[in-house]
């Protein structure tokens, strides 16, 4: 049972829109910066979105990041196959860092 | 570029020792962190711990605790993880990744190319 929770999965269609929830308390996404992770079948994570709402260098705009209160969510627009992947949002928890329990996206 | 590239697979007994390394390479190893995070097969990503390149100081997931040391040698930007008393439910691939922290973490970046650790009789 993850600290972090989201969907188990989602899934949409090529070229549309889908939107990842992480839902936390006031002890991790309430007072910390939220991360988001892409995991490709196969491959180590790799991070999406930091600081709740910020793109590293290379990261498409397609993929943007929000917080409000104790909420986060991952959005993807203009979905690809390539997006295919498993989403974890992870932050800082009084005692130690944590994951959610991760999203499996499929595009249809 | 940045760069973090672990030792190899390792088939353990239960109860015997692993040590998993991290060399780190493209940035100033001591300016950031690095943090263990493990996978079971099929399942999501578990956080075991930080330490600081900086200063040594180290800060692990309640339920390792006693079982698992974080180390660095900075004269060679190498992470060290070693886990003792292994049992099959430590089967796993393992990551090292980058710590950006200021006094906290605040993210994770980047990744290990992961290392395979199986336990079994």
């Known amino acids: 049972q993850s600290v972090l929770t989201q969907p188990p999965s989602v899934s949409a269609a090529p070229g549309q829109k889908v939107t990842i929830s992480c839902s936390g308390s006031?002890?991790?996404?309430?007072?910390?910066?939220v991360s988001w992770y892409q995991q490709l079948p196969g491959t180590a994570p790799k991070l999406l979105i930091y600081e709740n709402n910020k793109r590293p260098s290379g990261i498409p705009d397609r993929f943007s990041g929000s917080k409000s209160g104790t909420s986060a969510t991952l959005g993807i627009t203009g979905l690809q196959t390539g997006d295919e992947a498993d989403y974890y949002c992870g932050t800082w928890d009084s005692s130690g860092w944590v994951f959610g329990g991760g999203t499996k996206l499929t595009v249809l | 570029q940045v760069q973090l590239v672990q030792s190899g697979a390792e088939v353990k007994k239960p109860g015997a020792s692993v040590k998993v390394s991290c060399k780190a390479s493209g940035y100033t190893f001591t300016s950031y962190g690095i943090s263990w995070v493990r996978q079971a097969p099929g399942q999501g990503l578990e956080w075991m711990g930080w330490i600081s390149a900086y200063n040594g100081n180290t800060n692990y997931a309640q339920k390792l605790q006693g079982r698992v040391t974080m180390t660095t040698d900075t004269s060679t930007s190498t992470a060290y993880m070693e886990l003792r008393s292994l049992r099959s439910d430590d089967t796993a691939v393992y990551y090292c990744?980058?710590?950006?922290?200021?006094?906290?973490?605040?993210?994770?970046?980047?990744w290990g190319q992961g290392t395979l650790v199986t336990v079994s009789s």
């Open positions: 006031s002890s991790n996404i309430g007072n910390n910066y």
């Open positions: 990744a980058r710590v950006w922290y200021s006094i906290l973490p605040k993210r994770i970046d980047p």
